[in-house]
């Protein structure tokens, strides 16, 4: 008999069938992947899992029961829970208070009971080997460490099934690492995980099973070492994937588009010197928090406490204006999109147009047919997944909403383009569509500075790859000398091999 069971469970939301009578099993004390593309169901499914939606048919079953938890709470009880990417906590308490917010201990008097509040966070925290403070207030965590609290709620509670829905996607080389070793720790405690993903290479290394969803059915239940990335990639998108060459590679540069000299901001970075010509893609590399992030933000106009020169197209930008960046033809992409890139209230093609309306505007009207027709074109290469470009943007799926944010900056016409981790959270076949575009851009003789965590990504595609670590520049590799060792040990700062 399997452990988990979902029998033909559907899902229904306004104009999408999110999912369609899904059904396949999950061993105890197994990583169970969950795979597939953006708005393929995985979010879904693992939410209905934990209680947050309810399916509209189907059943599930646990260890041959019939269940159905109709609220997160319900969830908990059953021994399920889920580690959310957005903050599950309240951010202005501390980890004890939240641990233990359903059931805070009390003292006779009804006063919270302090000393007990701790020792039982303190429990809680041991259950996942985390050295954290039970006072310290959640807001200052990492991602990683509160992620880490998520995770030890779940346990401390009792939880046998969690679902994680794509745990790594804003962490470190190094809390990754920790992550994994705890993921297997817990199931050889005979836990068992659900996990979504987009990063192939974490599936293969950690799951014993994997599920491809797409659109919304279910395409295979496999074990992973009978199959392959190249398999699953076909199964999650229905053809083949071929890696391609850039092209901008084999062109000529042009002039220098992007200069800056001396850049510095107080507490974030110091002595930036950089170029990037037209036709250029120029990687920036380092760990989480080297700087790279507060750099590309800085010369948009975001950090007013930043200092040095910069020159767009030879002419010299003034600091600290997002007017005077936009007016000098810089665009900027940036990390966190759900906050700074996107209007969540507004439909797809407002969204995608929002950047380029000076474009789209003659005599002060917007040219409804002409903004129809950009977004649907690049709702079309990004294989963006909505009803329609009238949908609104908070309905879409995690992935959906990046494509747009991206979508809405490739559309202006900038002449240099900083780009933040532009495939985070996006699965392989957009992925490959936003490598083309972007390599299309530079072709055209745009200079971009791409910002990413993957270094297989900045490594297809860059001219030269930057290295950033504790906020300053310490390295540049020529195409040459591309390697993944080769930049992590420029990222960590260790002596050379
Ligand atoms: N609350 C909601 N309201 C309306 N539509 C929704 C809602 N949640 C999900 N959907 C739709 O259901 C489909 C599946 O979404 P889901 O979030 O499960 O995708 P996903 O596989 O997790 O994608 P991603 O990789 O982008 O996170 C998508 O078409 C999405 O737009
Ligand atoms: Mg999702």
Wanted: charged content about 20%; glycine content about 10%.
């Amino acid at each position: 008999m399997p452990f988990l069971k979902f029998t033909s469970i559907t899902k229904r939301f306004p104009g999408v069938l999110a999912l369609d009578g899904v059904s396949f099993s999950v061993e105890r004390g197994t990583c169970h992947a969950l795979i597939g593309e953006n708005g393929a169901g995985k979010s879904t499914l693992g939410k209905i899992l934990a209680g947050v939606y309810s399916a509209d048919s189907g059943q599930l079953f646990l260890d041959g029961q019939p269940i159905a938890p109709s609220s997160p709470l319900a969830a908990r009880e059953l021994g399920i829970a889920m580690v959310h990417q957005e903050l599950a906590f309240c951010p202005n308490l501390s980890v004890a208070e939240n641990l233990c917010l359903g059931d805070l201990p009390r003292r006779a008097g009804g006063f919270v009971d302090r000393p007990a509040l701790r020792a039982r966070a303190r429990a809680m925290l041991a259950t996942v080997g985390a050295d954290i403070d039970p006072d310290t207030i959640i807001g200052t965590l990492s991602t990683g460490r509160e992620q880490l609290v998520q995770i030890a709620a779940a346990v401390g509670t009792g939880a046998r099934i969690i679902v994680m829905d794509e745990p790594t996607s804003s962490l470190s080389a190094a809390e990754t690492a920790d992550l994994f070793r705890l993921i297997r720790e817990l199931k050889a405690r005979g836990l068992t995980l659900i996990y979504v993903s987009h990063r192939m290479e974490e599936l293969f290394a950690l799951c014993d099973n994997i599920t491809v969803l797409r659109d919304g059915h279910h395409i295979a239940t496999e074990p992973i070492p009978s199959t392959t990335p190249a398999r699953v990639v076909t199964q999650m998108i229905g053809r083949e994937l071929r890696a391609q060459t850039p092209a901008h590679l084999t062109r000529d540069l042009g002039p220098i588009r992007l200069a800056a000299e001396n850049l510095a901001s107080p507490g974030a970075f110091t002595d930036i010197n950089l170029v990037v010509h037209a036709g250029e893609i120029v990687g920036l590399a380092g760990i989480v928090g080297a700087g790279r992030s507060a750099v590309v933000q800085a010369l948009f106009g975001l950090d007013p406490a930043v200092t040095g020169q910069v020159r767009v197209n030879d002419r010299p930008l003034a600091l600290g204006s997002i007017d005077s960046a936009l007016a000098a033809g810089l665009g900027l992409v940036p990390e966190d999109r759900k906050r700074q890139g996107l209007v969540l209230g507004l439909n797809c093609r407002e969204n995608t147009a929002l950047a380029a309306l000076p474009l789209l505007t003659r005599l002060g009207l917007v040219r409804r047919t002409a903004e129809r027709a950009l977004a649907e074109r690049y709702a079309k290469r990004l294989r963006l997944k909505t009803p329609s470009i009238e949908a609104i943007t908070a309905g879409l799926s995690g992935g959906n909403q990046q494509k747009i944010a991206l979508a809405k900056w490739l559309a202006r016409d900038c002449d240099v383009l900083l780009v933040d981790e532009p495939t985070r959270g996006v699965d392989v076949g957009a992925k490959a569509e936003i490598y083309q575009l972007l390599d299309e851009l530079a072709c055209e003789g745009k200079a971009l500075l791409v910002v990413s965590s993957e270094l297989p990504e900045l490594i297809g595609l860059c001219r030269r790859i930057l290295v950033m670590r504790e906020g300053t520049l310490v390295g540049e590799l020529p195409p040459a000398s591309f390697s993944g060792a080769a930049l992590m040990q420029l990222m960590a700062g260790l002596p050379a091999a």
